[in-house]
């Protein structure tokens, strides 16, 4: 019989600094007294990230114009406030798919926009340009929104060749691709700084552009629209603070080894996975970073397999369940054009047997290998009923 810990297994452990770590930038803090509004925190980390931005671009790509990034106060804003910039026509079509968080969606309908729902590729999990260009082909779109699911980044190089061909702004949710996710030529993008996130900071977000004047919007957008003094944009308080910089900070400088035990801690448990021949991982990571969440897809449905995990003290997440199309809030959008844009089957799919494994900085390897084999066991256990 095999024996599992009396400790549950968490699913998630955020990475984040310790407090005795951030006393020399608190106390920066206290002697300049400068809490928000753009303090020199804040600008500090944005100019690092924009000068040494972590995942460089393709040689092809040529010389580019600089990175530009506003630091905002959650990974939705640069959603909110990157739609809002654009200037959209109001009611107008945005292509997304529906394997994502609420925010994705919420962003788009906050900003009066039409969410137009697709499938994703059975590999990566994401929209990609080929999905979209078949819908672009038939409908208007004024946006696509593709999402890098679960940190595995989007092709930036097909992207931007999307944005040439076709003229449709593209802004990459990438909430969970910082550390993997390059920016193009042309288009944005989105990363969240939450906790539970490769580089989390409590709550923060980044806007990402090289377009300078959309991120100046964006930048006004966050500080109620104000230039010299006046709303000359509707805009909200989404401002990070100094706090939040200075946690953001101490994450830069441990970052470089951070990544260097994530790597070395899934090289491990990719080859637990991979002895489970029905088990199957999210592809796309063969060049990058880990993914930021674990999701497997299981030849059965997922809740009966987190079931018998949770009775082995495995903690897991069915992870964009429901799909988006299928939450109130957004099911009156299901079926735009009287029929689903694309065929969903890929989502449906990953909604039956998709299932978040635990996966965080303290997951040792006997933890990995006892859920390697509890998940061996259930699904057997399934079989043989
Ligand atoms: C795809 C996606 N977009 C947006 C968000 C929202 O980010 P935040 O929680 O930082 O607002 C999340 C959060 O998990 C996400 O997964």
């Known amino acids: ?77 640069p959603l909110e406030l990157g739609i809002a910039a654009l200037g959209l026509p109001q009611g107008s079509n945005v292509l997304l798919p529906s394997f994502s968080f609420p925010a994705t969606a919420s962003a788009l309908l906050r900003n009066n926009l039409k969410p137009v729902f697709s499938d994703v590729a059975a590999d990566s999990w994401q929209l990609t340009p080929s999905l979209a260009r078949a819908t672009a082909a ?22 931007d060749k999307f944005v040439e061909d076709t003229g449709i702004p593209v802004l990459m949710d990438a909430a969970a691709a910082f550390g993997n996710q390059a920016i193009g030529r042309l288009v944005h993008a989105s990363f969240s700084l939450h906790a539970t996130k490769p580089f989390g900071i409590g709550e923060g977000g980044l806007f990402v552009t090289r377009d300078a004047e959309l991120s100046e919007r964006v930048r006004r957008l966050s500080n109620f629209g104000f230039e010299n003094e006046l ?51 999210q592809s796309g990571f063969e060049t990058s970073m880990p993914p930021a969440n674990l999701i497997v897809t299981l030849p059965m449905a997922a809740e009966v397999v987190a079931r018998a995990l949770s009775q082995s003290g495995i903690e897991t ?46 997951l040792s390897q006997a933890a990995m290998q006892q859920i390697a084999l509890a998940l061996a066991q259930a699904l057997n256990s399934a079989k043989s009923r």
């Open 1 to 77: 019989m095999t024996s599992f810990p009396m400790q549950p297994i968490k699913l998630l452990l955020p990475d984040l600094p310790l407090a005795e770590d951030l006393l020399p930038l608190l106390r920066r803090i206290d002697a300049t007294r400068w809490y928000t509004n753009f303090g020199p925190l804040v600008k500090e980390f944005e100019a690092k990230l924009s000068q040494q931005w972590p995942i460089p671009l393709a040689l092809s790509m040529g010389e580019l114009p600089a990175l530009q990034v506003v630091t905002l106060n959650s990974g939705t804003a």
């Open 138 to 159: 038939q409908h208007p779109l004024a946006l696509v929104m593709p999402v890098a699911t679960f940190g595995c980044p989007l092709d930036v190089v097909a992207w």
């Open 231 to 281: 709303s000359t944009l509707v805009g909200t308080n989404a401002k990070l603070s100094e706090y939040a910089a200075a946690i953001a900070l101490v994450q830069w400088s441990r970052w470089p080894e951070m990544q260097i035990r994530r790597r070395a801690q899934w090289a491990h448990y990719h080859e637990c996975l991979a002895a489970l021949d029905e088990v199957q991982c």
């Open 317 to 362: 997440r069915r992870w964009y369940y429901p799909p988006l199309h299928r939450h109130p809030a957004f099911e009156r959008y299901s079926g735009h054009w009287g029929t689903p844009a694309t065929s969903l089957a890929v989502t449906e799919k990953l909604a039956y047997c998709a299932l978040g494994l635990p996966w965080h900085h303290l």
